[in-house]
């Protein structure tokens, strides 16, 4: 499996930024997806799922500012963040199958000024 993420950025307060997840070498449409973040000196944490029908699942902390979609036709999941705050900043990543088990992507930096 390999996943390619891309978007991440340098973005003030209150911006946006989309988050792309290609994948390859697995059944796309078949793999629960996922984004996680990793901040400095903080453990991984998951920020949100999207699981094979579409359902979504959201970390409290980013429910109402940040969505996950994917596009099977394309193998990819996008994580849409809004209304980003300086404690979103962490290297984010996407992953395939529950808790990732299936593979990781190579982490794309998000940094939010305030």
């Known amino acids: 499996v390999q996943l390619q993420a891309s978007g991440g950025g340098l973005v003030q307060a209150g911006g946006s930024l989309r988050l792309s997840c290609a994948a390859s070498?697995?059944?796309?449409?078949?793999?629960?997806m996922g984004w996680y973040r990793q901040a400095p000196g903080k453990e991984r944490e998951l920020v949100a799922s999207?699981?094979?029908?579409?359902?979504?699942t959201y970390a409290d902390v980013v429910k109402g500012r940040f969505t996950i979609s994917r596009d099977n036709a394309k193998s990819t999941v996008y994580l849409q963040m809004n209304s980003l705050k300086p404690e979103d900043t962490a290297v984010y990543y996407c992953?395939?199958?529950?808790?990732?088990?299936?593979?990781w992507g190579q982490g794309t930096q998000v940094t939010v000024s305030s």
């Open positions: 070498g697995i059944i796309f449409r078949g793999a629960i």
């Open positions: 999207i699981y094979i029908g579409g359902t979504t």
């Open positions: 992953a395939a199958g529950p808790s990732g088990n299936r593979g």
